[in-house]
C-alpha cells in the first residue's frame, strides 16, 4: 500500500514538472481559437484586447506593432495558474477584416484544474467592440 501511494506521488510529481507552459511557449498559429471583425480599425481592436485581457488576467506582455498581448493568471490553492496569448492580424489600420487568436494552456501538464480562458476573452472581446 505504501510502495503504491509512494509511485503515484512520484507519477504526479513528474508529470507536474515534464511539461510547464510559460508566456513564451504561447505562439500565434500553434493552436487556439480564432474569430474575424470586421467593420473596426486595428486601434480599436487592440485597445478592446488590452481591456479584456486586463479585467481578470496580468499582463505580461503588450506589442500593439505585432499584434502580441501574453497574461497570466497566478496559481491558487488548486491549480498553478494558466498563460494566455491573444495574437491581432493584421496589425495595421485599414484591413477590412481581422483575426483574432486566443490561446489559453495550463501552466503543468498534470494540473488538473484551472480555468480555460479563451471563450472568456473572446466573448470579453467581442462585448467591448459592440459584437
Not at 497566478?74 to 495558474?81: C, D, I, K, N
Not at 501552466?107 to 480555468?115: I, M, N, W
Request: positive net charge; contains cysteine.
Amino acid at each position: 500500500m505504501k510502495s503504491t501511494v509512494l509511485h503515484a506521488v512520484f507519477i504526479f510529481v513528474l508529470m507536474t514538472i515534464s511539461g510547464c507552459a510559460t508566456t513564451d511557449t504561447l505562439q500565434a498559429g500553434t493552436g487556439g481559437s480564432s474569430f474575424e471583425v470586421r467593420g473596426k480599425t486595428y486601434d480599436e481592436i487592440w485597445k478592446a484586447v488590452v481591456i479584456t485581457a486586463g479585467r481578470s488576467l496580468t499582463v505580461v506582455e503588450s506589442n500593439k506593432q505585432s499584434g502580441i498581448l501574453k497574461a497570466e493568471k497566478g496559481g491558487g490553492l488548486f491549480t498553478w495558474g494558466e498563460v494566455v496569448g491573444i495574437f491581432v492580424r493584421p496589425t495595421s489600420n485599414g484591413a477590412p477584416v481581422y483575426t483574432i487568436e486566443v490561446q489559453s494552456l495550463k501552466r503543468a501538464r498534470g494540473q488538473l484544474t484551472g480555468q480555460d480562458w479563451t471563450e472568456t476573452m473572446i466573448s470579453g472581446v467581442k462585448a467591448e467592440l459592440g459584437q
